[in-house]
C-alpha cells in the first residue's frame, strides 16, 4: 500500500512538473472561466428581472428562473470540460517526449503497479481541477443569486449534477490518457478525443439510432450530465446508461493500454 502511493505522488509530481502540462490546464481553466462569467453575467439579469411567479427575462425571452439556473449551472461546466480529454492526452505524451516514461519502468518494474498507480493519478490529478472549475463556478454562482437564493448552488440537485460532472471528467480524461499511451503519441489521443467530440455534435449516429448514439462517449456523457435539465438536443439514454458507458470506455481502454504497455520496451 505504502509502494503504491509512492508511485501515485510521485506520478502527481511528475504531471504537475511538466510544462506542457501546465498549458494545457492554464488554456482550458481560462475557457473555463471565460463561461463562467458569462453565465454569471446571464443570471445577474435573471436575477433583476425575476417576477414573484418563479419566471424571469434573459435577453427579453421569459424563462422559468429555477430551471433556467440549474441548466446553465451544468452547461456551463459541461461545455469547456468536454476538452479535457486533451489534458489526458498530454500528460502521457509528454512523458514520452521528456522520457520519463522509460525511468518510470526502471525505477518500478513491476509495470501492472506502475500503470495502475498512472491511472489513480491521472484520476486525482483531473478530480482535483474539476472540483476547483466547480467551486468557481458556485462562488460566481452564490454572487450572482446572493439576493434571491444563495444557497442554490449546494442543494442536494446541484451536489448531484457536480458527481456527473466529475465522472464524466475523470473518464472522458482516463480514456485519452489511455489512447495516447497505446499510440505513444500526443497527437492521436487529440485527434481520437476531437473525432469523437465531432460524432456527437453533428449528432450523426443519432441518424442511424439514438441507441447506438447513446454508447459513443461524449454521447453518453451528455445523457449523464444534462439528464434533467432543459437542453436543446434530445438525449439519447439515461443519466444511468451514460455513466455505464463512460465508465465502460475508460475500462476498456486503460485494460488495452495496459496491455499493450507490459508487453512492449518502454521508451
Known sequence: MNSMFNIVRSELTKAFTLPSVWIIMVLLTAVHLLFQFQSSSINQELVANLHDDGTSYVDGVQV????SVFTDYVAYIFNPAIFLPLLGAVIAGAEFRSGQFGMSVLAVPQRMRLFVGKIVAVALHVLILGMLWIGAAK??????????EAGRAWSPRFLLADAR???FMVTAALFAYAITLIARRTLVGVIVAVVLIMVTMTQMLTLISPAVDALALFSAA????????DVAVP???SAVQGAAVLIGWAVL??????AVVTRRDAR
Do not use: E, F, P
Not at 462562488?139 to 434571491?148: I, N, R
Not at 451528455?222 to 435539465?229: F, I, K, S, T
Not at 481502454?253 to 495496459?258: D, E
Open 235 to 237: 438525449l439519447t439514454g
Open 253 to 258: 481502454a486503460c485494460a488495452v493500454a495496459v
Open 139 to 148: 462562488v460566481l454562482l452564490h454572487l450572482a443569486l446572493h439576493s434571491w
Open 222 to 229: 451528455r445523457n449523464l450530465v444534462l439528464a434533467g435539465g
Open 165 to 167: 460532472i466529475l465522472l
Open 64 to 67: 422559468i428562473a429555477d430551471a
